[in-house]
Every structure is written in structure tokens, then in C-alpha cells.
């Protein structure tokens, strides 16, 4: 392409928004975030003609914390404190795929009951933050009392976290060659206990919530990503498999232990922002049968952990590793060049891939839909900034 | 039992990126290069002219239609910045746990590349990150601009190894 | 808690007490009472009990406990007292506060917390007495570019029409503060200004948020106006009046929801639109739109907008048990003289406690019962809040519109038909004489 050819390009942009900009004076600008209570982290500005939204203009980056940056001046162990920041209560995924792509690259496999225990925080971390995420969707619609009960029973599940890991979020337990300590004594009554009450719980929430005429009214047919679209944009996770995709990690690529468990891929193929709303609502229901089964097959003893040196060096390669995290696939793409600490670290987060369709899906719904579909999405605005 | 399920998709795998790779070589000849080919991860390297040929070609013919992940890794030494897309299939069910990293290279002096958005639209956002974070201008890509860094940015790309940590 | 100071002596704080004690009493000894006694020699005052009150015999009434009910008898049947205390703006804000506390427990209780728990030691009691001195204290914002007239006043107009609609309730037989013929389309009138208010306010806080909150709530208003009046409509139909308490009087044999449960229905949900509660809270809708119009509001701005809130809740909760639960019927559980045998006895004091003479077993009666049935139909509509999201603009106006001004008319023409059939209404089968 000749450089006059950009020029001419560029004055057509130019006149374009020209023409836009004497339109845009019968459209009012909002400013939705990041001091507004429909966002969390995040902006965006919305262009409304009457009711209607007409233009969306993401702006990301308020909590850009520059994890990709400062893992080069780590080594592999002391990465992990700081990499399960961007989203502290789903962190035991977000240090899975790190440990799994570390493992890779330097060729161990993890001891099977350190397996089974890494697999168990993962769903329970699963449940924590959706739990939280639907806390936030019942508030973004109004509901108060869908507010407070997820987070109220978040609690069991945080303390069952406490005892496994000692902390409530960012327990740092996954790390390069299996999980930091073994489980405590009488955690398998304790657990089976609570999942047995969240379970009733789950029951409540869908009459109360999902079972709701108005909630219903809100979010059917609302946002509709069909299967087409979310294809070509390339969403993961909830939203992927609302739009009638089949697709989880835990089934298409099992890691570690995934591959012995039995349990179904939640979809659906209503494509709407119900469908986005109920997906995640459903794999917690999934993660509690999931939990259920691994502490039945957990072998009784043998170690968690395959010891290493703790500046280990990386031999010079890449790998390429993902799980479901709560949010979709969450991935890391490592490069090292053979020192203690990692060249390059890209992390490849749900939250980014999926807020795409964000602009997609707002231009030409109604300002009232707003929240139910941004919501829906299953966005968590520091994991997707790092 | 299960260990022969085991070694039966490792074998599945490994035909399918023989069938992947071969083609792309085939059809490319010498400006293809196979980094790699691992358990349902390959990595192949592409000149600089041909990415987009290349994509098309990918996504015409065996499936890929989204990517996973896009980044850019800097090599001061060769003076080059190495630009990966991770692309990953929904369609094809074979194809689901293998992710293929199409790779080109660029200078570092004056890194361009041309964008892939017309291919797969969902690489707008990782490209953007790239732009911002290692200066990599995407030719074709309608926003080359501030993303994720503070507004009054006025540092190099933070990415690039020459930048250094305050402390560190 | 910081230290106590190092020269502090428990004797000078004593000491500081009893001077502050003595000099108060000197003050109004020496200074006050004879300024009343002379404002009160120049005042022409009414005949109480067959004499006329000289300031004299008003502090010898005061300290004689019998001499005290004629003058509580002739206070509380003054027009001040009405507008100001009894059935007016006193009792309507001292529902609005237990109305205020009952809301946050429930639903505390609903969703798993304790709700207010500290302010007052029991359960909290006190919250509200402590969130108003907040707002009081607090700083009052008025944004840069807003029309300040307006933005100090709208407020004010806010909680004055809501004063004006609790004026028009009656709360038992002759208790109602204004007493008009045309009551109910009075109360519509008044509540018609509610969105002119709202629209002002928005307008005048120069911002966008608010203005798209008032542009919501004035569509939100209008849209339920009209099904609001008709539901009321056959109510009407059957007292023959439009005066309130001849409403509430055409229902002693049975309540008008009886005849008219759908009626009822629309207007409890209209109601529900008029005060901007949930699942109808769009011109407040935090997720979209921050806080509505009520964005720039800060300090006792916010808290005369809440009152004026609370006061409208009240009052459309009365005028719902006015129209359809019977108004102040119900069985008579006051006995008819408090104190048995206290109006022949000779101790004065026990005269007092029986409240000879104030003491009025129907009106007594009525006021329970009224209270009673307006906290049943408050708590419904706090119970809505508790399991609903919040409804889209669009399905809201259909709602309006389209479904609730249609369901208005099945219920009137039931009425109509048993009207003039003959069996209901004013000189039916079934009728109040």
C-alpha cells in the first residue's frame, strides 16, 4: 500500500467524522464508570439517541497493574503472590494455568493426590466467585435480596477455603509442582457438609431469582450473541457456551486430573443475556457434584508436591497452557531462555476475550438493558486489565 | 484401560498436526518454518509478507476461527519482535484442544506487521495491547491507540526489554 | 475517647451544673413567664368550661389535674392541631419513621442481616434519629451551572404536596385534617404535581444523570395516572361522594375489595409507580443511571426528599385502606370507659389517668383499626422490595398503558352492573341504611 493511498484513507476518515460530529449533537454522551455504580474498574462511553444506544466506546486500563512486566523480574516462585491479584477470589485458577505452563515447560507431573487437591480448590474458587458475580448481577438489576444471600453463603465457602489453604482469597496453594500443604484432618465431612447446604441454597436463588417474571422480562431475548458471532469474536467460557457452544476446558483439553471426572458441559442455545445469566449458575451446581466426586476418588495419602529448587531454571522453550477459570479460558503463554526467571509471560485472561462483544451487543439496546447485558458477560475489569 | 485412551489421543493429536503442518508447508513451501510440534500445540514461523495468506488459508481449510491469545515477545539481540497468534477452533470438534501459534517476526526499529482483524475479528483487542505494549504498528488495524496505559503515557512501549522496572 | 483534661475537678463540674440550673431558672422567673402573662393579657382568649381562660386560670389548670382535660379538649379540637399534629403532618411523620425502621429490619431479616443494631441499644431503634443528624450536619453540594432557586426549593415542595395529600386522609369518623367534598380528585390533583416537582429538580441540578432519572419518572407518573384514577372510580360509584370519609363510611357492611379485588389490585400497583418504589424504582436505577434525579442531591436536601417519600408512601397506603379495606371498620375491642368506675370516683388523679371526657371508645377504635390495616398494606409494599428486580422502562409503560388501564374497566363495569341492578349502592338491597 502506497503511503498516498493511506493519506487518501485517512482524509476519508477524517471527513467521516465530520459528518458524525454534526449528527452528535442531538445525542447525549454518558459516561458510564469508573465512578458509577453500573461498572466496577472500568468506563465506558455510551452515545444514547433517546433510549436507544448508538455508539460504545470501551475505556480499560484504570487498574493495569503491569502483571505481564514484572513477572520478567521474577523467578517462577515468587511469581505467584502477584499473578493471582487481578482477581483474588478466583485465585486459584489464575495460579493453575501458571503452574501448569511452568510444569510444562520443565517437564514434571504433579503427584496424583496433589492433582486432586489443586482440581478441589479450583471448583471451590469457581464457586466463590461466581457466587460474588451473581452478587453483583442481582444488584446491577435491582434485586437487593439476590445481593446479600450469594454473598452471605460465599462465607461457607470461604471458610472451607481457610481451612484448606489459611487464607479466605489469594491463597497462593498452586504453585510449580503441586499444592503448598496437604488437607487438614476431618476437611471431607466439613466440605460435604457445606456443599450439601449450598446445593438447597442454589434451589432458593433459582425461585427466587431466576425463576422471577421480571427477571425474566429483563434479560430474555435481551443481547442475543448468536452462535455465529460469538464464534468469530471469540468469546469463552459462560458466554461461549450460552451461544450453543459446547466448549470447557475441563472436557476438551482435561488437565491434570479432569479427565477421570464425570460431569457434563453446561450449554445453552438460547443465545440471550437468561442464558448468560444461568450458564455460570449451572457450573456451580456442576463444580458441587465435581467436588463431590473428587473427594470421593481422593487417594487417603502420598504426597501433594514434587519438590523443586526454588530458583528452578526453565530450559529455553514455550508452552501454552489453559483451564476454565470462572470466567472462560484462562491462559499463559510462557517463553523462557533458560534462566531463573521467565523472558515473557502472556496471560490471556476470560474477562479480555470477552468483553469484545461488549460494544456489539450494547449498540441498538435500550439504556435499561445496559446492566443486564454488561453483567452477563462475565467481566471482571482488573483480571482483563492485569 | 485408560492409559490406552491416553496414548490413543496422543497419537490422534499428533496425526492431526502432521495433517496441519504438512499442508501449510506444502502449500507455503520454504517462507514456512516449524518451530515445534508438541502434544496439541505447534508453533509455526511465517514471513512477514504471508501472515495473512496464511490465516486465510488456516481458516479456510482446516477450522480455526478465533485466537486464544496474541502477543508480541521482544528480542533485542537479533533485533527483531517476534508477533504470536494462538489460534484456536470452535467449529471443528477435532480441533478443540489444539492450539496452533502462527508467528512472524518484525524489526525492532520499525516494527509493523499487518493486522489479521479482517481474518479473525477477535484478535481487535490483543492487537491494540500489542501496539501499546511493544510499539508493534498494525497495518490495517483501525485503531492503533492508547488501550490499557495511562492517558499522559509518554514513556517507549513497556514491554520492549529496554525498558527497566524502577529498582529492579 | 480522648483523656480527660489534667486540671479537671469533678467539684468546678459540679459546681458549673448548679450555677448553669439557677441561672436558667432565674431567666425564666424574672423574664419569661411575665412575658407570657403579658402576651397572654392582650390575646383574646377562648371559653373553656364555662369560664373565659384569663392567663390566670391557664397555669391554675395546668397544675390542678382536673382542670387540665377541658383545656386538652378545647387544644385538640383546634384546626392547628389537626393540620400539625393528629391526623396531619406529626402522626403521618411518625408512621413514615416506624415505617422507615420496619422496612430496614425486614428486610435485613429477609436477606440474611441484622439491619441497624447499635443506635439506641435495642435493635437499633434509634437509626433513624442518628442517619438525620447525619444529614443535617452534613454539607449541602449544589452543583456548579444549577438554577439555585429551584434546586433549594424543590425540595421544600417535595415534602409540602406530600403534607398536603397526608391533610386530606381521615383517619377515624370527623378526625381528617381538611375535610373537602371533592377529596379524591383533590388527592389526585396534589399527587399531579409530583412529577412537575421531580422534572423541575432534575432540570435545575445541571446534570445528565438526574435530567434522564426526571424524564423517567415523569413518563413512569403519567403513564400510571390514569389506571390510578380509574381503579379508584368505582369506589366512588358507590358511596356516592367523593369526600373521603363518606367513602369510608359506605363500607361498614363489607369492604369494597370484596367487590372489587382487581381494582384493587391496579391501584396497589399504581401506587407502587407513584412512589417510585421497587420493582417500579426506574427514575433511581443505580446500575444505569446513578441515582436518578436524586444524584445531586447531598445532605438535608436527600433528607426532605426521603420524608416527602415516606409521608406519600403513608398517605397512599391510607388512601388504599380508605378506598378498599373498609377504611376504620373493624370489631370493637376498646372498652368503653377505660378506667371501670373512674367517672363517679373522687380522686381527681384517677380522673386523669382515665382521661374523663378525652376518652372516646369509637374514635379510639377507629384510629387502631386504621393504623392497623395501613401497616399491613405498607408492609406489602415493603415485601416487594425485598423479592423484585427492577422492570424496564419499556415493559413499565406497556404495563401502564396497555394492561392496567384495560383491567380498570372489568372491575367497573362488575360495579355498574350491580348498581343498577339494583342490589348495591346508594339505595340498594345491600346499602348503608
Not at chain 1, 108 to 115: A, E, F
Not at chain 1, 286 to 301: A, T
Not at chain 3, 206 to 213: A, D, E, Q, V
Not at chain 3, 260 to 279: K, Q, T
Request: aromatic residues 12%; contains cysteine.
Amino acid at each position: 500500500m502506497s503511503s498516498l493511498d493511506e493519506k487518501i484513507e485517512e482524509a476519508k476518515k477524517l471527513s467521516m467524522h465530520i459528518v458524525k460530529e454534526s449528527e452528535e449533537e442531538k445525542l447525549m454522551t454518558l459516561s458510564v464508570g469508573p465512578q458509577h455504580p453500573g461498572t466496577g474498574h472500568f468506563r465506558f462511553i455510551i452515545k444514547l439517541d433517546g433510549d436507544y444506544i448508538v455508539n460504545v466506546d470501551l475505556d480499560l486500563g484504570y487498574v493495569h497493574r503491569g502483571e505481564e512486566k514484572m513477572c520478567e523480574y521474577r523467578n517462577y516462585f515468587t511469581n505467584i503472590p502477584h499473578l493471582e491479584r487481578p482477581v483474588i477470589h478466583d485465585s486459584a485458577n489464575i495460579t493453575y494455568s501458571y503452574s501448569l505452563a511452568v510444569e510444562d515447560l520443565i517437564g514434571i507431573t504433579v503427584p496424583r493426590r496433589g492433582q486432586f487437591l489443586r482440581a478441589l480448590t479450583s471448583e471451590l474458587d469457581r464457586i466463590n466467585y461466581t457466587l460474588y458475580w451473581l452478587a453483583i448481577y442481582g444488584i446491577f438489576l435491582g434485586h437487593s435480596t439476590m445481593f446479600m444471600w450469594p454473598a452471605a453463603d460465599r462465607e461457607l465457602v470461604l471458610d472451607l477455603l481457610e481451612r484448606l489453604t489459611g487464607h479466605r482469597i489469594t491463597h497462593a496453594f498452586n504453585i510449580p509442582g503441586g499444592v503448598r500443604n496437604d488437607m487438614p484432618n476431618n476437611f471431607k465431612e466439613k466440605c460435604l457438609s457445606q456443599i450439601n447446604y449450598l446445593e438447597k441454597r442454589l434451589k432458593e436463588y433459582e425461585h427466587i431469582f431466576y425463576n422471577n417474571p421480571l427477571f425474566r422480562q429483563r434479560t430474555e431475548g435481551v443481547g442475543v450473541l448468536s452462535k455465529e458471532d460469538a464464534i468469530k469474536l471469540g468469546v469463552t467460557g459462560s458466554v461461549l457456551r450460552a451461544s450453543g457452544v459446547p466448549y470447557d476446558i475441563r472436557k476438551v483439553e482435561p488437565y491434570d486430573i479432569y479427565n477421570e471426572i464425570d460431569f457434563n458441559v453446561q450449554y445453552m442455545k438460547t443465545c440471550d443475556s437468561f442464558a448468560r445469566a444461568y450458564i455460570p449458575f449451572l457450573d456451580v451446581r456442576e463444580s458441587c457434584h465435581i467436588i463431590r466426586e473428587l473427594l470421593d476418588k481422593m487417594p487417603e495419602s502420598g504426597d501433594v508436591r514434587e519438590k523443586l529448587l526454588s530458583n528452578i531454571k526453565g530450559p529455553p522453550g514455550e508452552s501454552f497452557k489453559r483451564v476454565e477459570s470462572g470466567r472462560g479460558a484462562l491462559s499463559y503463554h510462557l517463553v523462557s531462555d533458560g534462566t531463573s526467571r521467565p523472558y515473557r509471560v502472556k496471560i490471556s485472561t476470560g474477562s479480555f476475550r470477552n468483553i469484545i462483544a461488549l460494544p456489539f451487543l450494547l449498540v441498538g439496546s435500550k439504556l435499561g438493558d445496559m446492566p443486564a447485558i454488561y453483567w452477563s458477560l462475565n467481566y471482571w475489569p482488573i483480571e482483563a486489565d492485569r | 484401560m485408560e492409559r490406552k485412551s491416553e496414548i490413543e489421543l496422543k497419537k490422534k493429536s499428533l496425526l492431526l498436526s502432521k495433517d496441519i503442518l504438512n499442508s501449510v508447508v506444502e502449500k507455503f513451501g520454504e517462507k514456512v518454518n516449524v518451530i515445534y510440534d508438541k502434544r496439541n500445540r505447534s508453533k509455526i514461523m511465517v514471513d512477514p509478507e504471508i501472515i495473512v495468506e496464511t490465516s486465510i488459508f488456516l481458516r479456510d481449510n482446516h477450522g480455526f476461527d478465533h485466537v486464544e491469545s496474541a502477543s508480541g515477545t521482544d528480542y533485542p539481540k537479533e533485533d527483531q519482535i517476534e508477533i504470536n497468534y494462538h489460534l484456536g477452533s470452535y467449529v471443528n470438534p477435532d480441533l478443540f484442544p489444539y492450539v496452533l501459534v502462527l508467528s512472524t517476526k518484525t524489526s525492532r526499529s520499525d516494527p509493523k506487521s499487518n493486522s489479521l482483524i479482517n481474518i479473525f475479528p477477535s484478535v481487535e483487542y490483543f492487537e491494540r495491547e500489542t501496539y501499546e505494549m511493544l510499539g508493534v504498528y498494525f497495518i490495517g488495524h483501525p485503531r492503533n491507540e492508547r488501550f490499557l496505559l495511562p492517558e499522559d503515557w509518554a514513556d517507549i512501549p513497556p514491554l520492549r526489554k529496554d525498558f527497566r522496572l524502577k529498582g529492579r | 475517647m480522648g483523656a480527660l483534661n489534667s486540671e479537671f475537678r469533678f467539684g468546678n463540674f459540679v459546681g458549673s451544673i448548679v450555677q448553669l440550673v439557677l441561672f436558667i431558672l432565674a431567666f425564666v422567673t424574672l423574664l419569661v413567664l411575665p412575658i407570657i402573662f403579658f402576651v397572654l393579657f392582650f390575646v383574646p382568649l377562648p371559653v373553656v368550661d364555662g369560664q373565659v381562660l384569663t392567663p390566670y386560670l391557664f397555669f391554675s389548670m395546668m397544675v390542678d389535674p382536673s382542670r387540665t382535660i377541658p383545656v386538652m379538649q378545647f387544644l385538640i379540637h383546634t384546626d392547628l392541631f389537626r393540620a400539625a399534629v393528629f391526623p396531619g403532618f406529626a402522626f403521618a411523620a411518625l408512621i413514615a419513621a416506624s415505617t422507615i425502621f420496619i422496612e430496614r429490619k425486614l428486610l435485613a431479616k429477609m436477606q440474611l442481616r441484622v439491619g441497624p443494631l447499635y443506635a439506641g441499644k435495642i435493635e437499633g431503634i434509634f437509626q433513624l434519629l442518628a442517619d438525620g443528624l447525619k444529614l443535617i450536619s452534613k454539607e449541602i453540594i449544589v452543583p456548579s451551572g444549577a438554577d439555585k432557586v429551584i434546586f433549594w426549593l424543590a425540595p421544600i415542595m417535595f415534602v409540602s404536596t406530600s403534607a398536603a395529600v397526608v391533610a386530606l386522609i381521615p383517619v377515624a369518623p370527623g378526625w381528617v385534617a381538611a375535610d373537602v367534598d371533592v377529596g379524591l380528585i383533590a388527592v389526585f390533583a396534589i399527587l399531579g404535581f409530583f412529577p412537575l416537582i421531580i422534572l423541575l429538580f432534575s432540570w435545575a441540578s445541571n446534570s445528565k444523570y438526574p435530567f434522564i432519572g426526571g424524564l423517567r419518572a415523569l413518563h413512569q407518573m403519567v403513564a400510571f395516572e390514569i389506571p390510578f384514577l380509574l381503579s379508584a372510580l368505582p369506589a366512588v360509584i358507590f358511596a356516592g361522594s367523593l369526600n373521603l370519609s363518606n367513602i369510608a363510611l359506605s363500607q361498614n357492611i363489607f369492604w369494597n375489595i370484596l367487590v372489587m379485588p382487581v381494582n384493587a389490585f391496579v391501584f396497589f400497583i399504581s401506587s407502587l409507580a407513584e412512589l417510585e418504589r421497587v420493582p417500579f424504582d426506574l427514575p433511581e436505577a443505580e446500575s444505569e443511571i446513578v441515582a436518578g434525579w436524586l444524584t445531586e442531591t447531598s445532605g438535608m436536601i436527600f433528607g426532605l426528599i426521603q420524608l416527602g417519600n415516606y409521608l406519600k408512601l403513608y398517605a397512599l397506603a391510607g388512601l388504599f385502606v380508605i378506598l378498599f379495606l373498609g377504611g376504620w371498620y373493624g370489631p370493637q375491642i376498646f372498652p368503653p370507659e377505660l378506667i371501670p368506675g373512674a367517672s363517679t370516683s373522687d380522686v381527681s388523679l384517677l380522673r386523669l389517668v382515665a382521661l374523663e371526657g378525652l376518652y372516646n371508645p369509637v374514635t379510639i377504635n377507629s384510629i387502631f383499626w386504621f393504623t392497623v390495616k395501613t401497616f399491613v398494606v405498607i408492609l406489602l409494599m415493603l415485601i416487594t422490595r425485598g423479592i423484585n428486580p427492577r422492570i424496564r422502562i419499556d415493559i413499565l409503560l406497556h404495563t401502564g398503558w396497555y394492561k392496567l388501564i384495560v383491567l380498570t374497566f372489568i372491575n367497573l363495569f362488575v360495579v355498574l352492573t350491580l348498581i343498577y341492578g339494583g342490589i348495591l349502592g346508594p339505595g340498594g338491597l345491600i346499602s348503608v341504611k
